[in-house]
């Protein structure tokens, strides 16, 4: 099975040059100057397009269980809407119930994902803490290659991790080579703020802002930084969606601190002004958490990003339909929390950031796909255009244009977050595993087709870790006595 990319512009994290770039049986085998290639080589005609590592979304919640249903959007309709947008891989959360165990829960996501038609892996969320949730984490770690673990410091009553589980869970990471990463917001606060506004009589979606302010993100992003910090383990946070998180993240890696942020899509383009809309159905199309935010945070995101304190973008991809939604209509604490956009984050982020020159083409590979790949473990496999690389490509056609509609999109959701947005740079060809999958417009996917990917601890892979392990342990007790 081989396939030629003849005559675009390779655009990788750190260069662009024109190339021909050839597939064999899923792995790119060839990256040159007008490569000759066996006859029976499907050939894709790249001429003024550019040719990228596809798109890793690392934080996805595909037929998530959550507020009592389950994600419209499986991991199959997801994985194809993925591809549909450029996105050839996928890092989703295995989030088991407290109480229950990891494996269990892993092997119940591995199930589910079978039907995925790209590649994919998973994190998985600590929402509990005894022995045996530290032994099935050193059980994934070695036996089934995940490398990063998940903490709500939201939901409580629910999933949420207190300050026991973060230090517990932290450092028995840190004892793995694995990645602690953390959904900040304060949820004791949540709560009660959620409670008072119920009292005063706020039924709606915009109570769900109101009850999720910003200090609620910066406090809890500050905590799990400086936990982080005491036990000398990297952390990484998802949507940091608020300034006052930001500035966490910038201060402690200005002081030399390995922290991570991700940054999703739809923070960085809408704003809290979704809530006030009188139709509750679009209000609540809205909810999830973090929430929205004025709009003054966009700027603060966008700099983060331009700036390298933010490294990643994702969507937070979890996916509920208005009958789903409707759970909430009087207590905006039902509503289920969630919104999509895994195919759409690519070609928002080239609008926005691209065209508008916040973002070079190199810098926007580094957040749509190399960067995630580095710091969860899967370079150069993914994330790259090089030989040996997998052979996962998006050919990006920046002059074709498009207007993002739920009435065409191809995720299984009835609402789009970004609908009616017209974007210029689209991609026109996905390539998973060496085969073509999309091609201007239209889907030729197999279920199943998805690989899980495992991911490999960091240490003695990622040096610098490495180096930071062996300089100085989390205590100075040994632990281990
Ligand atoms: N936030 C959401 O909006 N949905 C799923 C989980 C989460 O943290
Ligand atoms: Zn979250
Ligand atoms: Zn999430």
Same mark, same amino acid.
């Given at each position: 099975?081989?396939?030629?990319?003849?005559?675009?512009?390779?655009?990788?994290?750190?260069?662009?040059?024109?190339?021909?770039?050839?597939?064999?049986?899923?792995?790119?085998?060839?990256?040159?100057?007008?490569?000759?290639? %066996?006859?029976?080589? @499907?050939?894709?005609?790249?001429?003024?397009?550019?040719?990228?590592?596809?798109?890793?979304?690392?934080?996805?919640?595909?037929?998530? %269980?959550?507020?009592?249903?389950?994600?419209?959007?499986?991991?199959?309709?997801?994985?194809?809407?993925?591809?549909?947008?450029?996105?050839?891989?996928?890092?989703?959360?295995?989030?088991?119930?407290?109480?229950?165990?990891?494996?269990?829960?892993?092997?119940?996501?591995?199930?589910?994902?079978?039907?995925?038609?790209?590649?994919?892996?998973?994190?998985?969320?600590?929402?509990?803490?005894?022995?045996?949730?530290?032994?099935?984490?050193?059980?994934?770690?070695? @036996?089934?290659?995940?490398?990063?673990?998940?903490?709500?410091?939201?939901?409580?009553?629910?999933?949420?991790?207190?300050? @026991?589980?973060?230090?517990?869970?932290?450092?028995?990471?840190?004892?793995?080579?694995?990645?602690?990463?953390?959904?900040? @917001?304060?949820?004791?606060?949540?709560?009660?703020?959620?409670?008072?506004?119920?009292?005063?009589?706020?039924?709606?979606?915009?109570?769900?802002?109101?009850?999720? %302010?910003?200090?609620?993100?910066?406090?809890?992003?500050?905590?799990?930084?400086?936990?982080?910090?005491?036990?000398?383990?990297?952390?990484?946070?998802?949507?940091?969606?608020?300034?006052?998180?930001?500035?966490?993240?910038?201060?402690?890696?200005?002081?030399?601190?390995?922290?991570?942020?991700?940054?999703?899509?739809?923070?960085?383009?809408?704003?809290?002004?979704?809530?006030?809309?009188?139709?509750?159905?679009?209000?609540?199309?809205?909810?999830?958490?973090?929430?929205?935010?004025?709009?003054?945070?966009?700027?603060?995101?966008?700099?983060?990003?331009?700036?390298?304190?933010?490294?990643?973008?994702?969507?937070?991809?979890?996916?509920?339909?208005?009958?789903?939604?409707?759970?909430?209509?009087?207590?905006?604490?039902?509503?289920?929390?969630?919104?999509?956009?895994?195919?759409?984050?690519?070609?928002?982020?080239?609008?926005?950031?691209?065209?508008?020159?916040?973002?070079?083409?190199?810098?926007?590979?580094?957040?749509?796909?190399?960067?995630?790949?580095?710091?969860?473990?899967?370079?150069?496999?993914?994330?790259?255009?090089?030989?040996?690389?997998?052979?996962?490509?998006?050919?990006?056609?920046?002059?074709?244009?498009?207007?993002?509609?739920?009435?065409?999109?191809?995720?299984?959701?009835?609402?789009?977050?970004?609908?009616?947005?017209?974007?210029?740079?689209?991609?026109?060809?996905?390539?998973?595993?060496?085969?073509?999958?999309?091609?201007?417009?239209?889907?030729?996917?197999?279920?199943?087709?998805?690989?899980?990917?495992?991911?490999?601890?960091?240490?003695?892979?990622?040096?610098?870790?490495?180096?930071?392990?062996?300089?100085?342990? %989390?205590?100075?007790?040994?632990?281990?006595?």
């Amino acid at each position: 099975m081989s396939l030629l990319i003849k005559g675009g512009t390779v655009v990788t994290a750190d260069q662009s040059f024109m190339a021909d770039v050839y597939c064999v049986d899923g792995k790119i085998a060839k990256v040159g100057a007008d490569l000759t290639v %066996p006859g029976g080589t @499907e050939v894709i005609d790249a001429a003024g397009q550019y040719v990228m590592p596809g798109g890793i979304d690392p934080h996805t919640h595909m037929q998530l %269980p959550f507020m009592g249903t389950v994600a419209s959007e499986d991991f199959y309709s997801g994985t194809a809407a993925g591809l549909a947008g450029g996105t050839t891989c996928i890092i989703d959360f295995v989030i088991p119930a407290p109480g229950t165990s990891l494996m269990s829960a892993f092997h119940q996501w591995r199930e589910w994902a079978e039907k995925s038609v790209s590649d994919y892996a998973f994190h998985v969320a600590v929402t509990w803490w005894d022995e045996s949730v530290a032994q099935d984490m050193e059980t994934l770690v070695k @036996e089934h290659g995940v490398n990063s673990f998940k903490h709500f410091m939201a939901y409580k009553g629910a999933i949420m991790a207190d300050d @026991e589980i973060l230090v517990n869970s932290f450092s028995k990471a840190w004892d793995l080579g694995a990645l602690p990463t953390v959904h900040a @917001e304060n949820g004791e606060l949540v709560y009660q703020l959620q409670k008072k506004l119920l009292a005063m009589g706020i039924t709606g979606p915009e109570g769900h802002p109101q009850s999720r %302010p910003p200090e609620v993100e910066g406090e809890a992003a500050n905590r799990a930084i400086r936990i982080a910090q005491a036990l000398k383990t990297p952390v990484y946070l998802v949507h940091v969606s608020t300034e006052e998180a930001l500035d966490s993240v910038t201060r402690a890696r200005s002081e030399g601190q390995r922290v991570f942020g991700e940054v999703l899509a739809g923070h960085l383009l809408i704003d809290d002004s979704v809530y006030k809309n009188k139709d509750f159905d679009v209000a609540a199309a809205h909810v999830m958490s973090p929430p929205f935010r004025p709009k003054k945070a966009q700027d603060a995101l966008w700099k983060g990003l331009q700036s390298g304190n933010l490294q990643t973008t994702a969507t937070d991809h979890c996916c509920f339909c208005a009958d789903q939604k409707a759970a909430g209509k009087d207590d905006f604490t039902k509503i289920p929390n969630g919104t999509g956009g895994v195919e759409n984050r690519m070609e928002v982020l080239w609008n926005a950031g691209v065209n508008t020159g916040r973002l070079t083409m190199n810098e926007f590979v580094k957040v749509t796909s190399t960067n995630a790949a580095q710091i969860f473990n899967m370079y150069p496999r993914k994330g790259a255009i090089a030989e040996g690389s997998d052979a996962d490509i998006v050919v990006w056609d920046p002059k074709g244009k498009k207007t993002i509609s739920a009435k065409t999109h191809h995720q299984n959701v009835d609402y789009n977050i970004f609908e009616g947005m017209e974007v210029t740079g689209i991609p026109s060809h996905t390539i998973s595993q060496g085969k073509l999958v999309y091609c201007n417009g239209k889907l030729n996917v197999v279920r199943g087709a998805g690989n899980y990917i495992k991911r490999p601890p960091f240490a003695p892979y990622f040096d610098a870790i490495g180096k930071m392990r062996d300089m100085d342990p %989390p205590f100075s007790v040994d632990r281990d006595s």
